[in-house]
């Protein structure tokens, strides 16, 4: 198919604006974001983070307020995270199972008080362990991967006892995503998602996050030996082929944009659910632009959402949810 000019003018269709929505090829919807939330287990007032502006901690209530907020906009789900009290922090990371800690009771408060939206939760250790790293690790630090499975089984069915909609297993460990659904279906838990953190790599985008939940002095070390180098793409496919084989129902990338390929190539290859994880880097690094006036925010917040959609994700895990929803309307 050979186009050309004068015949072809790409342009002819961009001259206004009726005809560039009518040829608009993607589009973003409310349906397809995804509220990413950080829980406190303190006082009831907000923490704003401060590597993240316009973002805070929000308590119990406050969390659930916004998960509130979040459906009435008509966002189908929230992904939500802990900030838990360090004390409570330790070598195994047991506050993860704790069937009365923050992340079930906020499950649990959540589906009573806000049914119509989904509820996502974490899988992984950090925000529970002393060493903040995903699972249980040796002596040399090094994260054990089938010892730090069983751990992440027990974490999954403390949630979803509680009534979890969607687990997010997001440590990278071989084999988990098949351990966590044999759990799900022995406890009679048949609805119960898993979104695979299915390509997750060794980011330094991860930043503020830390900050935001509390594991950044922690860490001792990085995540290289469980998260993917930033260089592959191959070894996605291979990571997704056996998380799908596994139980998965829904895949992740992390980071967004910088490993949007990345998500492009696993949607083309296995034309599952797909989504992006607008990490706490990337929305640090826009709202720094914007703020400094060097980035138009009303521009680049939603255009950065856009280039998700036209990449071929489904959807989009985002601090930015409740604000992408009041500008896209009903
Ligand atoms: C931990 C986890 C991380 C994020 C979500 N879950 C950080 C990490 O792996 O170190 C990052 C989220 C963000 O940066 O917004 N398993």
Same mark, same amino acid.
């Given at each position: ?31 397809? @974001? ?15 983070? !401060? ?8 308590? @119990? ?16 789900m929230i992904s939500v995270f802990p900030h838990i009290n360090p004390a409570k922090k330790d070598e195994l990371g047991t506050e993860?199972?704790? !069937?009365? +800690? ?18 996502? %939760? ?13 699972? /249980? ?6 994260? @054990? ?13 403390? #949630? ?12 990278? %460990? ?9 759990? /799900? ?31 950044? +002095?922690? &860490? ?6 469980? #998260?993917?180098? !930033? ?20 895949? &992740? ?53 856009? %280039? ?23």
């Open positions: 198919m050979t186009q050309y000019f004068p015949d072809f003018r790409p342009r002819r269709t961009r001259s206004q604006d009726w005809s560039r929505r009518l040829v608009r090829e993607k589009t973003l919807t409310r349906d397809d @974001l995804i509220l990413s939330l950080i829980v406190h287990d303190g006082e009831d007032a907000p923490q704003p983070i !401060p590597s993240m502006p316009g973002i805070s901690r929000h308590s @119990l209530k406050g969390a659930v307020e916004q998960a509130k907020i979040a459906a009435d906009l008509g966002i189908p993860a199972f704790n !069937p009365d +800690g923050l992340i079930p009771q906020f499950i649990a408060e959540v589906k009573a008080k806000v049914p119509n939206i989904g509820v996502m %939760c974490d899988v992984a250790l950090d925000t529970y362990t002393s060493h903040g790293h995903d699972g /249980l690790i040796d002596e040399t630090g090094y994260m @054990l991967n089938d010892e730090t499975t069983e751990a992440l089984v027990k974490q999954a069915l403390a #949630q979803a006892e509680a009534g979890v909609d969607v687990v997010g297993p997001s440590d990278m %460990c071989d084999g988990r995503i098949g351990a966590i659904r044999q759990a /799900l279906e022995e406890n009679d838990f048949i609805n119960t998602k898993i979104m695979a953190y299915a390509a997750k790599y060794a980011s330094g985008f991860y930043g503020p996050y830390r900050d935001a939940v509390g594991s950044k +002095g922690a &860490l001792k070390g990085d995540k290289k030996t469980y #998260q993917m180098d !930033p260089l592959n793409s191959d070894e996605a496919l291979i990571e997704v082929a056996m998380d799908i084989e596994e139980g998965a129902d829904m895949l &992740l990338v992390k980071p967004g944009l910088p490993y949007i390929d990345v998500l492009r190539r696993i949607k083309d290859e296995f034309k599952m659910p797909t989504f992006a994880f607008q990490v706490s880097g990337e929305y640090a690094m826009l709202e720094a632009a914007i703020a400094n006036g060097w980035l138009d925010g009303e521009r680049v917040r939603m255009e950065a959402l856009q %280039c998700f959609k036209r990449a071929g994700a489904d959807g989009i895990i985002t601090y930015w949810a409740i604000e992408a929803a009041k500008r896209l309307g009903a």
